[in-house]
């Protein structure tokens, strides 16, 4: 007689790990995470034992996880290039030195400082400017303090507040600005910067009558196009970033703190969105950016007077330690514009918009279009996300509330824009396009 099988139970049923647990599981192995630990994480995730397993063993027969090992390997070797070469650089027994210098040729700062890309501070040439004699909150206040200037407003409520510059700008008097300066004492919450296009007006054209003699190799001719006015409180933090040009920037009252990494530790920055940084200098945070402890960290104070060179491409953080006010110009006489693309890879289309032309798809999605302050023109999705556009210089700039939303999607697809009358015309990278008339 035979005895009673035992019943085997059956094997479970492979379950769908969804889209954002497979990127992690590859961002994982891609890190070189233990296998043991990711269990781990998945299992607290609510995802069973056997399901998180096969989904990490899947990855072995997985063509396009072997193609991201091979991206990987060769960022590696890129990785080795630049770190190698900033290995030679740091060996320089001088290279955490910011030095000071007065009175360079052009010859010997195009060689030393542009093209050897090294930071500087360039002392004595602001002697003559009547800016050092006479700018101040104060006079500030009296000559231009009927005027309205767009200020960065309310960043303590935003951590990304440097990349979400343009929904934080706000229209207010000048002078009410300035009080608030003057007695709101050390704050990181409002800073008149560079994006207030103020020396574009023909009302703030004084303060460039105010600019003497120029740092080497600058082009006086461009200096009216190509320069920003600053001005806050103690206590402002610009956070760590790279810009896309070489440029000056000269202190006239207070001081502030500068801080640099070299481009060639990119890979130690955490640049994973434009041209940003994750970490923050003031509190480098070594268990979310483990590679930043690598990186050597530059620093100098730049006194009234005084005109920082940022050469090209070099990671800076910048802190005012007084109120400050400042003049920042990109007029070199060498070519001074490079390309950077963006680190974050697009985001996949949705489904739904797939076989639509973008423009017929984003005009489906679109809720309204309306001029807010300074003459930017935001548009507002069904997911309550935002795209807002600006002129500024020949071109338009334009600025998404947040990643990953329908704003994004179609920022992210655009080719060109351009300025119409008020309205805005679209062009996408598939060839579509619209115009957009904001409603009041
Ligand atoms: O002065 C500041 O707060 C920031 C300056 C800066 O980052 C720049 O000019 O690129």
Redesign the pocket.
């Known amino acids: 007689m035979s005895s009673p099988s035992v019943p085997i139970p059956p094997a479970p049923l492979p379950r769908q790990i969804d889209a954002s647990w497979r990127r992690w599981i590859v961002e994982q192995r891609l890190g070189g995470s233990a296998i043991e630990s990711m269990l781990q994480v998945m299992q607290n995730g609510g995802l069973a034992r056997v399901d998180a397993e096969r989904a990490i063993a899947a990855l072995d027969d997985d063509p396009a996880y072997a193609a991201a090992l091979g991206l990987q390997h060769r960022l590696r070797k890129l990785d080795a290039v630049a770190l190698n070469l900033q290995r030679l650089w740091a060996s320089d027994p001088q290279y955490r030195t910011v030095e000071k210098r007065a009175n360079l040729s052009d010859e010997e700062f195009a060689a030393r400082y542009v093209r050897g890309c090294r930071p500087v501070v360039l002392t004595g040439h602001t002697r003559d400017w009547p800016a050092m004699r006479s700018w101040s909150p104060e006079d500030l206040k009296q000559r231009f303090g009927h005027l309205d200037v767009d200020v960065q407003s309310e960043r303590h409520a935003d951590p990304n507040y440097e990349q979400n510059k343009l929904l934080l700008t706000k229209r207010v008097n000048l002078g009410a600005f300035v009080d608030q300066v003057v007695r709101g004492g050390t704050t990181n919450d409002y800073y008149l ?2 994006n207030n296009e103020l020396l574009r007006r023909p009302e703030f054209a004084p303060l460039l009558d105010d600019i003497g003699s120029l740092p080497p190799l600058c082009d006086r001719s461009q200096l009216a196009n190509r320069s920003s006015f ?1 001005f806050g409180p103690a206590g ?1 933090v ?1 956070p760590l ?1 790279h ?1 896309t040009l070489m ?1 000056f ?1 000269t202190q006239v009252v207070g001081r ?1 703190r500068w801080r640099f990494v070299s481009p060639l530790e990119w890979s130690r920055a955490y640049n994973l969105r434009n041209v940003f940084s994750e970490v923050d200098l003031e509190r480098p945070d070594p268990v979310r950016f483990p590679a930043f402890a690598d990186a050597t960290v530059l620093e100098v104070v730049v006194e009234p007077g005084e005109t920082m060179f ?1 050469p090209l491409g070099w990671w ?1 953080q ?1 802190t ?1 330690l007084e109120v400050s006010l ?1 003049f ?1 110009y990109s007029c070199l006489a060498v070519p001074n514009q490079f390309d950077y693309p963006d680190p974050a890879p697009p985001l996949p289309a949705p489904p739904a918009a797939a076989s639509a032309h973008t423009a017929d798809a984003m005009q489906d999605e679109l809720v309204n279009a309306v001029t807010v302050v300074g003459g930017i023109i935001e548009v507002q999705f069904k997911d309550g996300s935002t795209l807002r556009f600006r002129s500024r210089g020949s071109g338009m700039e334009v600025q998404e509330s947040r990643p990953d939303s329908r704003a994004s999607h179609y920022g992210q697809r655009l080719a060109g824009i351009s300025g119409d009358g008020g309205a805005i015309q679209c062009q996408f990278t598939d060839g579509s396009s619209i115009r957009i008339v904001p409603f009041g």
Do not use: G, I, R
């Open positions: 910067t560079a600053w402002t610009t970033h810009d440029l920037h502030k940022l800076h910048v005012s400042s920042s």
